[in-house]
């Protein structure tokens, strides 16, 4: 049995996943912005600790770290999964919506990593599990500032890995595609507050999009015992790749890639001091 801490647990991908450990004996420090909503979700359970929480604030955030350590006497996997999309052109996107899509993919997840860190450090071992997209490898029109925050949160979690792994903690990226959540409803996506002329394709990808849930290739209870599984593996890649449409945009963005950097070389390496 391990104690593991999740956010954004009120719905979807990590409801899933608090359900799944909670079956099968672990204890689980469950994170969400409504404790409402997740009580009704889910059966009390004396290893079940909701926690209502703003991850962008940073003493509550380390106040919830220490409320878990004090009832469950460990920590061994944080679970960083609070996000939500949004679909517009960059242009469209306003300071405001820039901000608060960072403070949950970016600022919330520092303020998790700088309270778990030391516990971790202390005790020489834990799994730390960033949920990122495919959306944080490769990029799509309309989809700019989600693109943003996953790219940042893949570096992030890079050079935290690196930075980490003397202590015994090791790191891991997971990388779902499309998947049959809430994702993609209103709850989940938000939409530029004032639109531009001159991006049809988008409002209508944005309408393609809006119409999808109930039809994504990704199953959300395979997708959590996957992640189950990467906690439970010492050999598992930093990048963890969930669904067959992410791997196959994974490999094309591969491809891509190499074609771009050898187009390049030859400026490239004139720019060498001789």
């Given at each position: ?14 409801l899933e ?6 079956e099968?004996?672990?204890n689980?420090?469950a994170t969400?912005?409504?404790?409402t909503r ?8 004396p ?7 703003d ?22 996997v944080v679970?960083?999964n ?10 469209e996107?306003?300071?405001a919506e ?12 520092w303020?998790?990593l ?8 202390a005790?020489?071992s834990?799994?730390i ?15 700019g ?11 992030l ?38 639109t ?7 409002r209508e990808m944005?309408e393609q999009h809006l ?9 959300p209870v395979k997708?959590?015992?996957a992640?189950?599984e990467v906690?439970?593996?010492g050999d ?5 790749l969930?669904?067959s ?30």
């Amino acid at each position: 049995m391990s104690t593991w801490f999740v956010t954004g647990a009120s719905r979807g991908l990590g409801l899933e996943l608090v359900k799944q450990l909670l079956e099968q004996g672990h204890n689980v420090a469950a994170t969400t912005r409504s404790a409402t909503r997740l009580g009704e979700a889910l059966d009390e359970s004396p290893r079940l600790l909701t926690l209502e929480l703003d991850l962008t604030d940073e003493a509550a955030v380390a106040k919830a770290v220490s409320v878990t350590t004090d009832r469950f006497g460990s920590l061994d996997v944080v679970v960083n999964n609070a996000g939500y999309g949004f679909l517009g052109a960059v242009e469209e996107t306003s300071d405001a919506e820039v901000r608060t899509m960072f403070d949950v993919q970016i600022f919330g997840v520092w303020n998790v990593l700088r309270a778990v860190l030391p516990v971790l450090r202390a005790q020489h071992s834990g799994r730390i599990i960033n949920i990122s997209s495919i959306l944080g490898l490769t990029a799509f029109p309309g989809w700019g500032l989600y693109v943003a925050g996953k790219y940042a949160l893949e570096g992030l979690t890079e050079s935290l890995a690196a930075e980490v792994a003397g202590f015994g903690i090791r790191v891991n990226l997971v990388e779902p595609g499309y998947m049959r959540t809430d994702f993609l409803r209103p709850v989940s996506l938000g939409l530029p507050s004032e639109t531009s002329e001159g991006y049809g394709a988008i409002r209508e990808m944005t309408e393609q999009h809006l119409a999808m849930p109930g039809t994504q290739l990704g199953d959300p209870v395979k997708a959590a015992t996957a992640i189950i599984e990467v906690a439970a593996r010492g050999d598992g890649p930093l990048h963890q790749l969930l669904g067959s449409d992410s791997y196959g945009l994974a490999s094309a963005k591969l491809d891509a890639l190499r074609a771009d950097v050898e187009a390049g070389k030859a400026l490239a390496v004139t720019t060498d001091i001789a």
